[in-house]
């Protein structure tokens, strides 16, 4: 449901911005040399929410069993370098390494109650995106675009050894694939261009490792697939 209330909603940004850009009267434009070019350069700073699609196991159902859920979203950050190539008018290939930081937590209810215990699972991404930029028509000094394509990311928190003075009891692998979508607007300015974007991203691995922590195996028992899904806003300086 959460996967199609975000597509829905990067469909009508993408048709509102086509609609105020048909709607505006043509004025002076800020000269794009910049992006003109077959290849030029640039940085991102931008904003993520990371959360978890879970399959929990099909024990919940019985009595007494927890059930998994991440409940909360705690805000993280992206950093990333921009190289992007443009083989044509309309389309961009863009390869946009760098990393990013967050948290998600899982909580567990058992007969439908919180129990205390939380699961805090830390990442530090290392990114490297490969993505296609497809441009809209521009007016004035803003442009529509819609962007997709893959990111393999390597979490360096993640698969480390259980800790005893920790009550982390879950642990996830290091390395994902995601194939990643979304939609922004490039404001040409005097002298660079910003862009904002608004972007979702699947992961396509089962990143729960298969081991129970000893004496706590009830947190792993109740999960059967554990897939990552992030949702970053990001600002582009090129």
Known sequence: MKQKTVFLILFFIFLLNNLILFGQKQKPKNES??????IHFGFSLGFNAMDFKITPAQQYFQKDSLYPEVSTLNPGINIQIVTDLRPANRLDIRFLPGVSFGQRTIKFYKNKVLVNDQQKLESSFLEFPLLLKFKGDRLNNIRPYVIGGFNFR?????????????????RIKRPDLYYEMGAGLDFYLTYFKLSVELKMSNGIRNVLVQEAAPGHSQYFNAIDKMKSQIWVLAFYFE
């Open 33 to 38: 040399w910049y992006d003109e070019k077959f």
């Open 154 to 170: 390597y979490d360096l928190a993640g698969k480390k050894e259980f800790d005893d003075n920790k009550p982390i009891y879950i």
